[in-house]
C-alpha cells in the first residue's frame, strides 16, 4: 500500500490504511487524483500540537531565538518535568527541547509551557 490512498481503496482497506498511517504518520486520501483528506497517526498529531503549543507562546519561543543565537543552552525534555509536573506528551522525555538561559527563567514560565 502507498502513503495516498483513493476513497475506494480506504473504504475497502480502512485498517491497512490506519496501521499504514501509524508506520509512516499519515496517509493521503484522495478523490479524483486530487488530496481531499489526511489519516494521521496519534504521534504524528501530538507532535503538531506540541509544536503549535510552543509557536503559540511567546517566552518560549525567545527561548528558541536565544539558543538559536548561541546565547542558551539545550537541555533534555525531561528537566521541564521537575518544574511542571507531569509531561504533556508521554514517552517525550528524551526530546530535547531549549532550556531558559537563566536558571531561574524557570519559575517564571512553570504552567506555560
Known amino acids: 500500500m502507498k502513503s495516498a490512498v483513493n476513497?475506494?481503496?480506504l473504504h475497502a482497506d480502512a485498517s491497512k490504511c490506519v496501521r499504514r498511517a501509524e508506520q509512516e504518520g499519515a496517509v493521503t486520501v484522495s478523490r479524483h487524483g486530487r488530496a481531499v483528506a489526511f489519516l494521521i497517526s496519534r504521534d504524528r498529531l501530538e507532535a503538531i500540537l506540541e509544536t503549535l503549543e510552543l509557536m503559540a507562546n511567546p517566552k518560549a519561543m525567545a527561548a528558541i531565538r536565544r539558543y538559536e543565537a548561541?546565547?542558551?543552552?539545550?537541555?533534555?525534555g525531561a528537566c521541564l518535568d521537575e518544574h511542571h509536573g507531569q509531561s504533556r506528551v508521554s514517552g517525550r522525555g528524551s526530546r530535547?527541547?531549549?532550556?531558559?538561559?537563566r536558571r531561574n527563567d524557570h519559575k517564571r514560565l512553570k504552567g506555560k509551557l
Do not use: L, N
Open 96 to 101: 530535547k527541547v531549549v532550556a531558559p538561559e
Open 70 to 76: 548561541g546565547k542558551a543552552k539545550m537541555k533534555r
Open 7 to 9: 476513497i475506494s481503496q
